[in-house]
């Protein structure tokens, strides 16, 4: 196919921005709302914070696979 396919492409710039922003979150988020002893905010914030690193690590070995599949 000439041109290949936009999404896979885009998973390039997707993938590394799940994981780093999913860290940013754990380090910065979580930190702030313990130091300010904001409990439900630190619960939430740690869930998407490891949620963005899970979708990030789990799209890598997704697009892995499809690129030993091919």
Do not use: H, Q
């Amino acid at each position: 196919m000439i041109g290949g396919n936009s999404f896979t492409g885009s998973l390039g710039y997707i993938i590394p921005l799940c994981v780093v922003t999913g860290i940013i979150i754990l380090r910065l988020d979580v930190k702030g709302y313990e130091a300010l002893a904001m409990n439900k905010e630190k619960k939430v914030a740690r869930f998407i914070g490891w949620a963005n690193v899970s979708l990030g690590i789990v799209l890598y070995v997704g697009t892995w696979v499809m690129g030993m599949m091919s």
